[in-house]
């Protein structure tokens, strides 16, 4: 098994996505863990993601090619049999890395961003598209003819700016998360004051951590042993610190 990634239910169900190139299966769970069942996938998906009507939506890979080849988004029920695919990845695009994303989820919205692209689509809970909110870098925009190839590419795009990991809006405005030049930031913007704050530049994931969720207006994140810049370290309080050192991972609850 390889785990891509997961998404619970309100009653607890535990939908699991197995990312195996050319045999994708979704795991359910109920809410004792116990395993109701799997599905072979006809499609290759990233991410997965349950409404609060119990319909899925899939993030499907750049390199899908089964069911849906080209398509970026696929709505479906929970049987998976009324299928409805959307957004179309650009002619040409070659990605033969991966690079990390997730479906940020708030309230009645479910925000969708796969690198590199700007561009960030809300959905409602239904997984009817409502909105397309577009980043603009001005000169730290990669440039186009890079993200065809994202291999070949690789260390040039280090030097621009791109939209990378989460995106969720919230009552004040939009958290999330951006890989800036060499290093990751979390930024913040408030809507209501028109002010943009950017988190230090940091190795890895910021001083959030590798992010989760987010819900009435906490985010919640881990921290991974392995993936903890030092930037990151310094501001961590000495218990949490020793706890990291030991190999152990850290669950952050942080208020906005």
């Known amino acids: 098994m390889n785990l891509s990634d997961f998404d619970l239910t309100n009653n607890g169900q535990v939908y699991l996505l197995d990312g195996f190139r050319d045999k994708d299966r979704l795991f359910i769970y109920d809410a004792d863990h116990d395993l109701e069942g799997s599905k ?4 290759e998906a990233d991410v997965v993601k349950v409404s609060e009507d119990g319909s899925l939506v899939f993030g499907l890979s750049s390199w899908n090619f089964g069911d849906f080849k080209g398509k970026k988004i696929l709505r479906t029920d929970n049987q998976l049999t009324d299928k409805f695919a959307m957004l179309d990845f650009d002619e040409g695009l070659n990605e033969s890395i991966w690079m990390d994303y997730q479906f940020g989820s708030n309230g009645s919205e479910i925000y969708y961003n796969k690198p590199i692209d700007n561009r960030v689509h809300v959905f409602d ?6 909105q397309v909110l577009k980043f603009d870098f001005g000169l730290l925009n990669v440039p186009d003819q890079l993200k065809q190839n994202l291999e070949e590419n690789f260390e040039e795009i280090k030097n621009f700016r791109y939209m990378r990991n989460f995106l969720v809006g ?20 408030d809507t209501l004051e028109n ?3 950017l988190g230090a530049k940091t190795d890895y994931y910021g001083f959030l ?16 042993p392995e993936y903890i810049g ?5 501001y961590l309080p000495e218990w949490v610190k020793d706890h990291l050192k030991g190999d152990e991972f850290v669950i952050r609850l942080v208020k906005f």
């Open 40 to 43: 072979e996938l006809s499609f």
């Open 125 to 130: 809970q239904k997984g009817d598209l409502n």
């Open 170 to 189: 919230f009552d004040k405005g939009y958290l999330g998360s951006l890989y800036d030049q060499g290093g990751y930031r979390i930024f913040l913007t």
């Open 195 to 197: 002010e943009l704050y």
């Open 209 to 224: 951590g590798q992010f989760v969720g987010f819900d009435d207006g906490y985010a919640l994140s881990y921290l991974d």
């Open 230 to 234: 030092e930037e990151t370290m310094k």
